[in-house]
């Protein structure tokens, strides 16, 4: 059974810093990763998303990569924003279309 | 497109009512799944549908439990009969086939 872990739970940073969120996963056997975001009292929204082929991704200032050998995933964050305040969830699509979620990481950007 | 739509988006009922949950995936995804959010379990995987079909219902938590897509535009999630530790809010995703999840806004749902 796939499991997902994300460290830290929660993590405070100054604005204009770059920063890292980890994710890891148990089982290699994925189609892709995706990293989502979760606004308090909202639904998630899709940020990027690695097909199992590919070693990353970019949107702006998001950059996700995948060690899919190690189980490992990371989102990294360039010049953090106030905006850029949430919580941060990895899944791992099965070969059955089944995401597995991270408990998430919670960031908060300090102004 | 107007993304994945859920209704209602809060729902309070007393112990023992059913509840009903409905969702519209996003025209053309051929994916549909339901999830529950709380803060002790995470984001857990109920059920999901490819073409209106159910695939795999293991995350179902128990028979009070089941889901319907009647056709490529509706689905839905009945509680039967509710109790208190069913509250939580419950998200409906749609994908084309290992795409990236589109989510809907969700359903608080409270169980007095």
């Known amino acids: 059974k796939q499991e997902v872990t994300q460290i830290p739970a929660a993590l405070s940073v100054p604005e204009g810093e770059n920063l890292v969120l980890n994710c890891s996963f148990t089982?290699?056997?994925?189609?892709?990763l995706q990293w989502f975001r979760q606004d308090p009292g909202k639904g998630l929204t899709s940020l990027l998303l690695?097909?199992?082929?590919?070693r990353e991704q970019t949107s702006g200032r998001l950059n996700a990569s995948l060690d899919k050998s190690s189980g490992r995933s990371t989102l990294y964050i360039a010049a953090s924003q106030p905006g850029d305040s949430a919580t941060y969830l990895c899944?791992?699509?099965?070969?059955?279309?089944?995401?597995?979620f991270g408990t998430g990481t919670r960031l908060t950007i300090i102004p | 497109d107007a993304g994945v739509i859920q209704s209602p988006r809060h729902e309070v009922t007393e112990m023992g009512q059913e509840v009903t949950l409905r969702c519209k995936p996003i025209s053309g995804h051929d994916y549909l799944f339901w999830y529950r959010q709380t803060m002790m379990r995470g984001l857990e995987l109920l059920i999901y549908?490819?073409?209106?079909?159910?695939?795999?219902d293991s995350g179902m938590p128990e028979d009070r439990f089941s889901a319907k897509m009647p056709n490529a535009s509706f689905s839905t999630l009945k509680i039967q009969p509710s109790e208190p530790r069913d509250s939580a809010v419950y998200f409906c995703?749609?994908?084309?086939?290992?795409?990236?999840?589109?989510f809907g806004p969700g359903t608080r749902l409270t169980v007095t």
């Open positions: 995703a749609s994908s084309l086939t290992f795409a990236e999840q589109y």
């Open positions: 549908f490819n073409n209106n079909v159910p695939i795999d």
């Open positions: 690695i097909q199992s082929s590919q």
């Open positions: 089982d290699s056997a994925i189609y892709n």
């Open positions: 899944a791992a699509c099965d070969l059955n279309e089944k995401l597995t």
